[in-house]
């Protein structure tokens, strides 16, 4: 008898002391995604690669998500980025007035669109900034820019995904629901 009690003592309390594990589940609605290229809609060249390139490299590696190489229909998410503007700004001096860093600037608008419908789940747009240094030579400057091209990519793809993740059955139930 004292044997039972002392077992169920155990159980009862090595339940309240057990570690909690949370699961990090992506909303079954929303865990399918396709990437499409990114669309450039500035003047600058081969940002379209760079983005699409970052854009699966993020999703690809967060195992959050199924990447699907051909979208299911109804079931896939279809990400469609397109790179808004670019602007570039002088921010750092030396003593003779000679820009020594930038300030770049991209916005990207992202619409989320169900395989096989027309119309978007959600439209976002992602702003971040980024710095490069202009010291060294043209080709050293020029592959500092392309570096911080890159960086500011993994950035709004980083957030794109964390709303996809966040967002998501939200997303989804507004749609469901006929808001947005």
Same mark, same amino acid.
């Given at each position: 008898?004292?044997?039972?009690?002392?077992?169920?003592?155990?159980?009862?309390?090595?339940?309240?002391?057990?570690?909690?594990?949370?699961?990090?589940?992506?909303?079954?609605?929303?865990?399918?995604?396709?990437?499409?290229?990114?669309?450039?809609?500035?003047?600058?060249?081969?940002?379209?690669?760079?983005?699409?390139?970052?854009?699966?490299?993020?999703?690809?590696?967060?195992?959050?998500?199924?990447? !699907?190489?051909?979208?299911?229909?109804?079931?896939?998410?279809?990400?469609?980025?397109?790179?808004?503007?670019?602007?570039?700004?002088?921010?750092?001096? !030396?003593?003779? !007035?000679?820009?020594?860093?930038?300030?770049?600037?991209?916005?990207?608008?992202?619409?989320?669109?169900?395989?096989?419908?027309?119309?978007?789940?959600?439209?976002?747009?992602?702003?971040?900034?980024?710095?490069?240094?202009?010291?060294?030579?043209?080709?050293?400057?020029?592959?500092?820019?392309?570096?911080?091209? /890159?960086?500011?990519?993994?950035?709004?793809?980083?957030?794109?995904? /964390?709303?996809?993740?966040?967002?998501?059955?939200?997303?989804?139930?507004?749609?469901?629901?006929?808001?947005?």
């Amino acid at each position: 008898m004292r044997f039972i009690v002392l077992l169920l003592i155990s159980l009862l309390t090595s339940c309240a002391t057990a570690p909690n594990k949370v699961a990090h589940v992506t909303p079954y609605k929303l865990n399918h995604v396709y990437i499409e290229p990114t669309t450039n809609r500035t003047a600058e060249e081969s940002l379209d690669v760079i983005f699409t390139r970052v854009a699966n490299e993020v999703f690809y590696s967060d195992p959050r998500f199924k990447v !699907d190489r051909v979208p299911q229909p109804a079931v896939t998410v279809v990400v469609k980025p397109e790179v808004r503007s670019i602007s570039t700004f002088a921010v750092g001096f !030396d003593r003779y !007035d000679r820009v020594t860093e930038y300030r770049m600037e991209i916005t990207t608008n992202v619409k989320l669109i169900r395989y096989g419908f027309n119309r978007p789940l959600a439209t976002f747009t992602v702003s971040r900034y980024d710095f490069y240094s202009t010291k060294g030579t043209a080709s050293e400057i020029e592959q500092r820019r392309k570096e911080c091209i /890159e960086r500011i990519a993994y950035e709004i793809f980083r957030e794109v995904a /964390e709303k996809i993740f966040v967002e998501g059955a939200e997303i989804e139930s507004a749609n469901e629901t006929g808001g947005q």
